[in-house]
């Protein structure tokens, strides 16, 4: 499976941006989809994933409510709306893909992008 990140950038705090991730290869041995981002100094942290299937969710609770998680299976494409930026949400945000579903470790997750630079300001 290859992930291909696009869509992050320079913005103001309390604007939008949307990632998307585009997939190919062998996505149905990847059910799960997730996003990760990794702080400057700090750990990579799970953000939210998605099932291709159900389009079911699961968010970590620093983002509920900012941001959303959906995929497009006519496209192969897994995207994540950023609302109301914060200065926090500054990171490299990383898509990831795993043979299992609603899962938050990394561990489990098999293939990764590149990674999208995404820089708020204030």
């Known amino acids: 499976v290859q992930l291909v990140e696009s869509g992050g950038g320079l913005v103001q705090a309390g604007g939008s941006l949307r990632l998307s991730c585009a997939a190919s290869?062998?996505?149905?041995?990847?059910?799960?989809m997730g996003w990760f981002r990794q702080a400057p100094g700090k750990e990579r942290e799970f953000v939210a994933s998605?099932?291709?299937?159900?389009?079911?969710?699961v968010y970590a609770d620093s983002v509920k409510g900012r941001l959303t998680i959906s995929r497009d299976n006519a496209k192969n494409t897994v995207y994540l709306q950023m609302n109301s930026l914060k200065l926090e949400d500054t990171a490299v945000y990383y898509c990831?893909?795993?043979?299992?579903?609603?899962?938050?470790?990394?561990?489990?997750?098999?293939?990764w992008g590149q990674g999208t630079q995404v820089t708020v300001s204030s």
């Open positions: 990831a893909a795993s043979a299992r579903k609603f899962v938050i470790s990394q561990l489990v997750y098999d293939y």
């Open positions: 290869g062998r996505t149905g041995s990847s059910p799960g």
């Open positions: 998605v099932t291709w299937s159900t389009g079911n969710t």
